[in-house]
């Protein structure tokens, strides 16, 4: 069983940054591609980022692309989401996964996720 908790969420003005992390258990980490999705109330969950098993292949969603940057280090089996220029459409619970394979940007080819953690940013 895979085990991931996401941290680093928080209140923050737009403008702000803000890094999360996703740590996750297991021996396996680097053989997996992982993603950042959101969730914002009312709404359906969507893509933010993905990162590649090795990290050397990064996709961004065209609402973050170049305000978040992802990035993954598999020694201490972790992915980070740093996001910076926050904006008050930022706001949501954002959650890590882990890839089975497949398109990036949907979330059914995700096998496991975290619990969320949630980020408010104020205008």
């Known amino acids: 069983q895979v085990q991931l908790v996401e941290s680093g969420g928080g209140l923050v003005q737009a403008g702000g940054s803000l890094r999360l992390s996703c740590a996750a258990s297991?021996?396996?980490?680097?053989?997996?591609?992982m993603g950042w999705f959101r969730q914002a109330p009312g709404k359906e969950r969507e893509f933010v980022s993905a990162?590649?098993?090795?990290?050397?292949?990064?996709y961004y969603a065209d609402s973050v692309k170049g305000r978040f940057t992802i990035s993954r280090d598999n020694a201490k089996n972790t992915v980070y989401l740093q996001m910076n220029s926050l904006k008050p459409e930022d706001t949501a619970v954002y959650y890590c996964?882990?890839?089975?394979?497949?398109?990036?940007?949907?979330?059914?080819?995700?096998?496991?996720w975290g619990q969320g953690t949630q980020v408010t940013v104020s205008s």
């Open positions: 996964a882990r890839s089975n394979g497949g398109t990036f940007y949907r979330s059914d080819v995700y096998d496991y």
């Open positions: 990162i590649s098993r090795s990290g050397g292949g990064t």
């Open positions: 297991g021996r396996t980490f680097s053989s997996y591609s």
